[in-house]
């Protein structure tokens, strides 16, 4: 922009918290935004395509101060990629081609903490694979979702949304936390390979807090952070186009994150399913809300 005109009344940027020039440059950011707006196998509501740019904009809306850590945590700087868009040829060529670029992409931004937003949950997987080739040792999937995510494809598509964690399982273990709705081959892929998947049942979440020790303890030392937002009671969460009743609540969410990032060291995050619903804002601010509660706990409430 020239120079003369940069005192005009614009409007905010499309990055994440409406940040300006110098608190969003890559250079100087300690965290990276991707959006990843694909969406190709969803299997009820869509609409998830429209999900990382109602995050975005939602941000604008969030206060930088956060009462809980009692800082800023914007002030680590944030880089907002623009959104990349992937192939409709199919979910096989834009799994591979997500694949290949997320690894570019993290190789480029090197030690920042990348972030991406979906988009349909079948974007995890090649997310998850190239964080894989990159960590030393085996990689824990913590997947915050109603659903498992294990079939063996879904609706003729093998990326589906439905069988992201089926696709990884060569390359990580999984910690599901908040499951309620699986199909009997999910339960039988939870129940015969126990080394691999630990299941948190969104009904014994209510019982008490052990279920907490309980997942950590289930976590090897390098997490990759999967949220799928229909994880969420649709009381506070009706825009995901698969709702499960009986889902996690806000505080009690955040609490396990904060232990998560304490005692685990997490090495990226996606944020999936959001289905935005025209005219409903509230569940667009949750979960701006909570990219950023997770990165404040990520730079100033964990390790």
Same mark, same amino acid.
């Given at each position: ?5 940069a ?7 499309? =990055?994440? @918290? ?7 440059a ?5 965290a ?6 694909y969406?190709s196998?969803t ?5 998830? =395509?429209?999900g990382p740019?109602a995050?975005l ?9 956060d009462?809980?850590? %009692?800082?800023?945590?914007? &002030? ?7 959104q990349?868009e992937l ?6 060529p834009a799994?591979?081609?997500l694949? !290949? ?5 993290l190789?480029a931004?090197?030690? +920042?903490?990348?972030i991406?937003l979906?988009g349909?949950h ?5 997310? /998850?694979r ?10 824990s ?5 109603a659903?498992? %995510?294990l *079939? ?10 439905a069988?992201?964690?089926? *696709?990884?399982? %060569? /390359?990580?273990d999984y910690v #599901? /936390? ?7 081959e999910?339960?039988?892929v939870? +129940?015969?390979?126990?080394? #691999?998947?630990?299941?948190i049942?969104? !009904?014994?979440?209510?019982?008490s !807090?052990?279920? @907490?020790? *309980? ?6 030392e390098? $997490?990759?952070?999967?949220?799928d /937002? %229909?994880?969420f009671d649709?009381s506070? @969460? ?5 709702p ?12 396990f994150l ?6 685990? *060291?997490v090495?990226? @995050?996606d944020v999936?399913?959001l289905a935005?619903?025209p005219g409903?804002?509230?569940?667009? $601010? $949750? $979960?701006? &809300? ?5 990165l404040?706990? &990520?730079?100033?409430?964990? +390790?």
């Amino acid at each position: 922009m020239p120079p003369e005109l940069a005192d005009l009344p614009w409007e905010l940027p499309h =990055r994440f @918290m409406g940040l300006e020039d110098a608190d969003a440059a890559l250079e100087s950011a300690g965290a990276v935004i991707l959006p990843v707006p694909y969406e190709s196998t969803t299997s009820y509501g869509g609409g998830t =395509r429209r999900g990382p740019r109602a995050i975005l904009d939602a941000s604008r809306y969030v206060e930088y101060y956060d009462q809980e850590l %009692d800082t800023e945590p914007w &002030k680590i700087g944030i880089h907002t990629l623009p959104q990349l868009e992937l192939t409709q040829e199919g979910s096989t060529p834009a799994s591979h081609e997500l694949e !290949d670029a997320y690894g570019r992409i993290l190789d480029a931004i090197g030690p +920042r903490f990348p972030i991406v937003l979906g988009g349909e949950h079948g974007i995890s997987a090649p997310l /998850v694979r190239a964080t894989a080739e990159r960590v030393d040792g085996r990689l824990s999937v913590l997947q915050m979702d109603a659903h498992a %995510d294990l *079939r063996d494809g879904y609706g003729g598509a093998p990326y589906s949304h439905a069988s992201f964690a089926w *696709r990884t399982l %060569d /390359v990580a273990d999984y910690v #599901q /936390v908040g499951l309620r709705a699986v199909s009997p081959e999910e339960l039988a892929v939870i +129940r015969e390979r126990p080394e #691999q998947v630990t299941a948190i049942w969104a !009904d014994e979440m209510w019982e008490s !807090d052990d279920w @907490m020790d *309980r997942a950590i303890d289930a976590l090897g030392e390098t $997490v990759y952070l999967t949220f799928d /937002v %229909d994880y969420f009671d649709p009381s506070i @969460m009706p825009s995901t186009g698969t709702p499960e009743p009986g889902g996690g609540d806000w505080y009690r969410t955040l609490r396990f994150l904060r232990r998560v990032f304490e005692e685990r *060291r997490v090495v990226g @995050m996606d944020v999936v399913e959001l289905a935005p619903t025209p005219g409903l804002h509230a569940p667009d $601010v $949750v $979960v701006a &809300k909570l990219v950023y509660k997770l990165l404040g706990y &990520k730079f100033f409430g964990g +390790r």
